[in-house]
């Protein structure tokens, strides 16, 4: 369980246009309201469309807003490859939710690189870590309404495992507090959605 006296820490990536920044935001909120102490790291790299995005959330105890190399307690990927970029934050305990869903990152498409196999990386990460939950975010986001919701599946996938520190009441608050009403409904199925598929293929 979360220790209030350590720090539980939280490394958001992807690419611009993923909503990546806004599902920070609405972490950081709940856990704030949620009585933690919170810090977000700077974002890094660009945030337009197709550039590359990362944010670090510590929750609870901490001396930097910047997660130390393999201090990561979950790495959450909204683009495979740039889940896998982030593994430097990983160790054996780190919990792995990503995206399967490749978005090409603009650093890949301009190298005239081939974009590696996605079922080779979710074996490669399973040989490597314990805790790899991959989930088809473009499906379960369509299923909700919107690609749009994207962000609120991977949301939902995070807060499934059973060391997040925060509550799914309280997530939910939070993004009804950020997001437009009228996606309300939408959002919600999509936090559904990401929640109950990593639950289901814990058991």
């Known amino acids: 369980?979360?220790?209030?006296?350590?720090?539980?820490?939280?490394?958001?990536?992807?690419?611009?246009?993923?909503?990546?920044?806004?599902?920070?935001?609405?972490?950081?909120?709940?856990?704030?309201?949620?009585?933690?102490?919170?810090?977000?790291?700077?974002?890094?790299?660009?945030?337009?469309?197709?550039?590359?995005?990362?944010?670090?959330?510590?929750?609870?105890?901490?001396?930097?807003?910047?997660?130390?190399?393999?201090?990561?307690?979950?790495?959450?990927?909204?683009?495979?490859?740039?889940?896998?970029?982030?593994?430097?934050?990983?160790?054996?305990?780190?919990?792995?939710?990503?995206?399967?869903?490749?978005?090409?990152?603009?650093?890949?498409?301009?190298?005239?690189?081939?974009?590696p196999d996605i079922s080779r990386i979710i074996a490669i990460l399973r040989n490597n870590y314990k805790h790899v939950f991959p989930v088809d975010g473009e499906k379960l986001a369509k299923d909700a309404g919107s690609l749009l919701s994207l962000n609120m599946v991977l949301l939902g996938s995070a807060i499934a495992n059973d060391t997040f520190p925060i509550s799914k009441k309280a997530i939910i608050n939070a993004m009804k507090n950020n997001l437009n009403a009228r996606f309300h409904d939408m959002n919600l199925k999509a936090i559904e959605n990401g929640y109950e598929a990593v639950k289901n293929n814990s058991k």
């Open 1 to 115: 369980m979360f220790n209030e006296k350590e720090s539980y820490n939280i490394y958001v990536c992807g690419v611009g246009g993923q909503g990546i920044i806004k599902t920070s935001v609405i972490i950081g909120e709940a856990a704030m309201n949620e009585g933690y102490e919170v810090v977000q790291s700077e974002i890094h790299g660009m945030s337009q469309r197709g550039g590359v995005v990362s944010t670090e959330l510590k929750i609870g105890d901490y001396k930097s807003s910047i997660i130390e190399e393999s201090k990561s307690d979950i790495i959450l990927g909204f683009e495979p490859i740039e889940a896998v970029r982030g593994l430097n934050k990983a160790n054996e305990n780190t919990k792995i939710v990503f995206n399967t869903h490749p978005i090409i990152p603009s650093t890949l498409s301009q190298s005239n690189q081939n974009y």
